[in-house]
């Protein structure tokens, strides 16, 4: 079998073969690329904020005053570019839930983070607080 024929006998097979194994190609480097690059390229970006102040949620009928260690978190935020530009502190909540707790002095409690629509967290400085009711003597 000469090399002309080797080529042309089902060149039809072979060139669809070819396709669908660059298509495959492109599929399975595209997965294996970061996707933070991508986003960055879709108009995606990040922005740190620093010293946000961490919340006490607690009941209405609970009295006690509560210290925090720490105070302040620093959060990593991503998000479409306009709306993570536009992002002030004010909009985005760090509490600790404390409607669950009676007597437990020392307590850790995780740190939780709402944000607007859109906006993903990407980092938290500190997961857990450690929490002391403080005497009001």
């Given amino acids: 079998m000469s ?3 080797a080529i042309t006998q089902n060149f039809w097979l072979k060139l ?8 495959i190609w492109f ?9 933070r690059a ?11 904020l620093k010293g946000v102040p961490i919340t006490v949620m607690k ?3 609970d009295l006690r005053a509560f210290q925090m260690e720490p105070s302040t978190v620093d959060l990593t935020l991503s998000g479409p570019t306009s709306q993570v530009q536009a992002l002030t502190p004010q909009q985005v909540e760090v509490f600790i839930n404390l409607t669950d707790v009676h007597d437990t002095p020392g307590l850790s409690k995780k740190i939780q983070v709402r944000t607007p629509g859109g906006i993903e967290v990407v980092q938290v400085s500190h997961s ?3 929490v002391t009711p403080t005497n009001l003597n």
């Fill in 16 to 23: 669809i073969s070819l396709l669908l194994a660059t298509m």
């Fill in 38 to 48: 991508d986003r960055t390229l879709l108009g995606h970006s990040e922005r740190m």
């Fill in 128 to 130: 857990e607080a450690r």
């Fill in 3 to 5: 090399t002309r024929d």
């Fill in 27 to 35: 599929a399975i480097s595209g997965v294996q690329m970061n996707t």
């Fill in 59 to 61: 009941s209405a009928a």
